[in-house]
């Protein structure tokens, strides 16, 4: 029997496709439930990037509550690393290093997430990031 991803899946926007472009700046999503489910999974995308030293780094934050304080994830809690969600490349090479989609994955036990794209870098780029959460305690999703 061939498995129902489409049904087992909920996709939400955590960051609007947004240009990160001057050093320091950077777009926080607001907070993220995982309630009803037993994964997760970031998907960020971003666009034509002109200078070869601009980095983007990602950071994932978890806490119990809402109004709580967030913390970062431990590296042992994800799937993936968070360093280098846009590289410092000699060269910006479409599908590499430009115009690529990334992932990361969460694996912890906190109910709440945020998460923050960040520009170490004065290049501007359109960066987005969608969660999708997965392995639903229930199913089919809407």
Not at 22 to 35: A, E
Not at 60 to 78: H, N
Request: proline content about 3%; hydrophobic content about 35%.
């Amino acid at each position: 029997m061939k498995m129902d991803l489409h049904n087992n899946l909920y996709a939400i926007r955590a960051i609007s496709p947004i240009a990160i472009g001057t050093t320091g700046t950077g777009k926080t999503s607001g907070v993220l439930d995982t309630l009803g489910y037993s994964g997760v999974e970031f998907i960020g995308s971003y666009g034509t990037i002109t200078s070869t030293t601009a980095v983007y780094t990602a950071i994932l934050k978890e806490c119990s509550t809402t109004g709580g304080t967030f913390t970062s994830v431990a590296d042992s809690d994800l799937l993936g690393t968070e360093a280098a969600f846009v590289p410092a490349a000699g060269t910006r090479t479409s599908g590499t290093t430009k115009n690529v989609t990334k992932r990361l994955g969460y694996i912890g036990n906190q109910r709440y997430l945020k998460i923050q794209v960040y520009s170490a870098g004065t290049a501007g780029t359109i960066v987005g990031v969608d969660m999708l959460l997965h392995s639903p305690r229930s199913a089919p999703t809407s």
